[in-house]
């Protein structure tokens, strides 16, 4: 550890101010109209997840604008669609249920921060309800909100994510069958990714 590491509060508000009150007072214990909106807007978001033994994870979840459906002012039901099923973020809930959300709509700079926690249901109706051409999810998250708030636009801008100019070219950068064949013994790049290529069209629901 360094010698500048920072170990203790007092160490930590010594370096930082007390947060202003309005960044206090947003904090909801309950989603509101605008958080209502933002949800049926935004395509993505980042689940974040405490396994409960020192671990964490974070995991990006995607689907059409409002994928995650509003069943009251303090419940969220999120589909799990086909992964790689390692299950991380499921596992991590069965063991502690506490999860964290951030939702992002394309283009708007600001984000939608969300605190609750999670349950991990079958139910038929639930997952009929969030059934995609007919193929239904494989559970369905139902997550109690305990805290939700916009969050300011400050990383967004710094990072210029929605900026066209900053897209990079895709080739700057391996294609995953590439980067695994790389990292992993006896991988095939090109079947690795014509696999990919695959399982993109046919195996997203």
């Known amino acids: 550890m360094s010698e500048h590491s920072i170990t203790t509060f007092d160490e930590l508000y010594s370096v930082y101010k007390q947060p202003a009150e309005r960044a206090v007072q947003k904090e909801l214990p309950r989603l509101d109209k605008h958080c209502r909106h933002f949800i049926a807007l935004s395509p993505f978001l980042v689940l974040s997840t405490d396994g409960g033994d020192g671990t964490a994870d974070a995991s990006p979840r995607g689907d059409a604008p409002g994928f995650v459906t509003v069943l009251d002012d303090n419940t969220l039901a999120l589909p799990d669609r086909p992964g790689n099923n390692r299950l991380d973020s499921l596992i991590n809930i069965l063991r502690n249920p506490a999860v964290g959300m951030i939702f992002l709509v394309p283009g708007i700079n600001e984000t939608l921060r969300i ?20 193929k239904l999810p494989r559970s369905v998250l139902l997550i109690k909100v305990t805290s939700a708030y916009m ?22 950068f391996p294609t995953l069958g590439q980067v695994l064949a790389d990292q992993i013994a006896g991988m095939d790049a090109e079947q690795s990714d014509a696999y990919l290529e695959v399982a993109y069209k046919e195996n997203l629901y």
Not at 123 to 134: F, I, Q, S, T, W
């Open 115 to 134: 605190n609750g926690t999670a349950t991990i249901s079958t139910d038929p109706e639930l997952m009929k309800a969030h059934a995609v051409d007919g």
């Open 151 to 172: 969050h300011c636009a400050k990383a967004l801008i710094r990072s210029k994510l929605w900026d066209p100019e900053t897209q990079v070219e895709r080739n700057v």
